[in-house]
């Protein structure tokens, strides 16, 4: 789609600019500055007021009732947590796992669900429901499932003679558990991402491969994978800005347990906000937001070439 | 154009000081003469003070309080700091006790008490954990709570064991469990703050050992990894996990499962709280003489002694609308028919902070008994988080990683020796 819209604007011939210039003085005129005002106030008192607060609150010891400057040692104190390096690997491996995992079951799923099957209406709202249901209701809800002794999947894989495993009792597997958790809950909506891309592929071309004798197989992978892309962006930004400030289902199925073996840098925050060292905590936030910068920006300027080059 | 972009800007940023987000004072206590007592939303708690208020206001006709409750744990300590630091306290509210009443800033936020006359009437070892400089802030909210061990006195006698004295013992006693096929110790990491007691219960011994613990450890002089006392409770929760005597499940059983195994005699040990008993006898009504409660053994048998957590405190805020009602009001909390009419409401969980004031003769034996500590010269210690500011927020956590084997003792104690350092920096202790 992106493509079609940006071909449109490189023909704009040259002779509209003047035009356009017009049209933005006649805005201007109609919409003056005082509009920006009762929005402008808005951002100012709501985001960047607290923005730049948090800035300085994190360079600072505070306990709510007051403040003592002390420069970077928030960050040294932040960055030296023995449990600090496993949230940030969690983190990471989280939200890529997650992402990744969205991406190709939101693909598959896609494609299934535009082709010509049974029951398609049916399942396709079947798959989308996961995404309409409170994240705590179903982290709640897998927590009970995944129980080691009484929970449902285990006493179900019993019943063919499988010993299942802890899942959110295990450290070494607790995070995964709460990963496919997400994915399960998540990929409803990369699949309807990809189905409006699927969907949005003119049926000409398909037509002409099938006349130059194209399989399923190259049909796919020449047209289809190519002419998706921008849904699999639109997936990636979203799901892996979600996987990497991801807390909700984290802290319902586990709380970062046991012990620290699932813990996020969004729960390590928490937690510090919640024992009352307020500046650590706000320190800890910048360090999420630098993170989060980090990946994400460099990411989407490439995705924005890749699309560009199309 | 009238205006350029930039005085908008300037424009909007000199108008914020003025609109600028104030707090919401002044609402707290109410007026027309109610008066508001906030409490943390614990049933037993919202039961004893709801009982304690209807007989206040029937006792006296100058003054009406009503209750307020408010979460517990964490939650509720940033709630509670978040109201007296925007003025927003109701007269007299509930709330912990030692390190962290020292984190509320009292000399900034409360009334000082010490000219009330139940002040004189304490037990000794209450008003250090409500005072700061000699001035005491706070009025004991009910009877004591002790870390221990709850035991099934069933197993004993079929397996002809005693109470044990020393740890070694205790390990005894608990193998002897185990091979009779019950868990020997009942662990509980699904509800993480449990994991806590075979250390936090312990600190009778490490101060029998070291009576100066808790000052070397406020000033940084001493920590759990280099005092070899404090180091073994850290060991004790390897040694459990390492040898198989807890439950399978350990790792995601819940309190109230651990309580049922005990109750049931599945299990035969647990460590907690004595307020357990609460919830056996909600749960478990018909098994509440089944179990009893001895103190966490440490090496030596002739110091055996128990580890008491003290009451909440009531306190007054500095911003109080009505100081004459809350005092008069705390008052009664520290009256013998004050604490009786609470124990209507729900029981206490062990003997008063009132020199004065027995416990109700309709007790449990297991609570009953806990009356023997406190009458030994020398056998009741307050938990460490009464006698120091100094408490780390991942003990717990730490304490789990070190239960499932991914860190071992000496690691996990060096972990929380370096966790308190955040507390005591925030709290602003010398020589951190």
Not at chain 1, 265 to 286: C, D, R
Not at chain 2, 84 to 94: G, H, R, V
Not at chain 2, 181 to 197: A, C, L, R
Not at chain 2, 216 to 232: H, L, S
Request: aromatic share 12%; proline share 5%.
């Amino acid at each position: 789609m992106t493509a079609v819209v940006s071909t449109e604007l490189r023909a704009v011939p040259a002779g509209r600019e003047n035009g356009e210039r017009r049209r933005s003085n006649y805005l201007a005129k109609a919409y003056p500055l005082w509009y920006y005002l009762p929005a402008g106030l808005l951002f100012l008192v709501f985001f960047a007021i607290p923005t730049f607060a948090s800035f300085f609150f994190s360079l600072t010891r505070w306990s709510l009732f007051d403040w003592e400057f002390i420069g970077f040692e928030n960050f040294r104190q932040f960055l030296s947590e023995p449990q600090l390096i496993g949230s940030l690997r969690n983190t990471v491996v989280y939200a890529f796992l997650t992402s990744g995992a969205k991406v190709v079951l939101g693909m598959a799923l896609g494609l299934l669900l535009t082709s010509q099957i049974r029951a398609r209406g049916l399942l396709r709202s079947l798959v989308f429901f996961p995404v309409l249901v409170s994240t705590i209701g179903v982290g709640v809800m897998f927590t009970t499932m995944m129980h080691p002794t009484d929970g449902l999947i285990n006493t179900a894989l019993a019943v063919v003679g499988i010993e299942g495993p802890k899942w959110l009792a295990d450290p070494q597997l607790a995070l995964i558990s709460v990963a496919l958790v997400d994915i399960w809950k998540g990929v409803g909506l990369a699949t309807v991402i990809y189905m409006a891309g699927i969907v949005a592929v003119p049926a000409e071309y398909y037509e002409a491969a099938r006349v130059d004798g194209a399989g399923a197989w190259s049909t796919f992978r020449r047209i289809t994978l190519p002419l998706i892309r921008p849904a699999t962006f639109t997936v990636i930004t979203l799901s892996l800005i979600g996987g990497l400030r991801s807390f909700d289902l984290i802290w319902a199925m586990t709380s970062g347990g046991p012990g620290f073996a699932s813990d996020v840098i969004a729960s390590v925050v928490y937690k510090q906000y919640q024992a009352g060292f307020y500046g650590l905590s706000t320190a800890g936030n910048v360090v999420m937001f630098l993170v989060v910068m980090l990946i994400v920006v460099p990411l989407n300027y490439f995705m924005r070439k890749a699309e560009v080059d199309q | 154009m009238a205006f350029s972009r930039r005085s908008l800007l300037m424009g909007a940023g000199s108008a914020v000081p003025v609109i600028a987000i104030t707090g919401c004072g002044g609402s707290g206590g109410g007026g027309g003469g109610t008066v508001t007592f906030l409490v943390d939303n614990n049933p037993n708690n919202i039961a004893a003070s709801e009982s304690l208020i209807a007989a206040f206001n029937e006792s006296q006709t100058d003054y009406e309080f009503t209750m307020e409750t408010r979460p517990g744990g964490t939650e509720g300590d940033n709630l509670v700091k978040t109201r007296l630091s925007t003025q927003d306290m109701p007269d007299a509210f509930s709330y912990n006790s030692g390190s962290l009443f020292q984190a509320i800033r009292p000399v900034q936020n409360l009334l000082d008490l010490s000219d009330q006359p139940w002040v004189d009437r304490l037990a000794e070892s209450f008003p250090d954990s409500v005072s700061v400089d000699g001035k005491v802030y706070g009025v004991p909210h009910g009877g004591s709570n002790s870390g221990g061990v709850w035991y099934h006195k069933p197993t004993y006698e079929e397996l002809g064991l005693e109470v044990p004295l020393t740890w070694d013992d205790f390990i005894a006693n608990a193998e002897a469990a185990k091979s009779a096929g019950k868990h020997g110790v009942i662990q509980s990491y699904g509800e993480t703050y449990t994991s806590q007691f075979l250390v936090l219960a312990d600190f009778h011994n490490v101060a029998t050992a070291n009576p100066d613990f808790a000052e070397q450890y406020t000033a940084n002089e001493v920590g759990f990894a280099d005092d070899p006392t404090a180091f073994r409770s850290f060991e004790h929760v390897e040694q459990i996990t390492k040898e198989g005597l807890v439950n399978e499940d350990y790792v995601s059983t819940t309190l109230e499962q651990a309580l049922a195994y005990l109750a049931t005699g599945e299990g035969a040990h647990y460590p907690f709280f004595a307020s357990g008993i609460s919830e056996i006898e909600a749960n478990h009504p018909d098994q509440l003489e089944d179990v009893g409660f001895f103190a966490l053994p440490g090496d030596d048998a002739a110091t055996n002694g128990l580890t008491v957590w003290l009451p909440n405190g009531i306190y007054i805020p500095g911003t109080a609308e009505n100081p004459e009602a809350a005092k008069a009001f705390l008052a009664f909390v520290a009256s013998a028919e004050g604490l009786a009419a609470m124990a209507e409401g729900a029981q206490p969980t062990g003997p008063y902070m009132l020199t004065d004031v027995p416990l109700p003769d309709d007790v449990p034996t297991a609570i009953r008994e806990l009356q023997t500590y406190f009458d030994t010269e020398g056998a009741t210690t307050p938990a460490l988080e009464f006698v120091s500011p100094v408490k780390g927020p991942n003990l717990e956590n730490i304490l789990i990683e070190l239960g499932t084997g991914s860190i071992d003792a000496k690691t996990a104690a060096q972990r929380y020796d370096q966790d308190v350092e955040k507390q005591a920096q925030q709290l602003g202790l010398e020589g951190w």
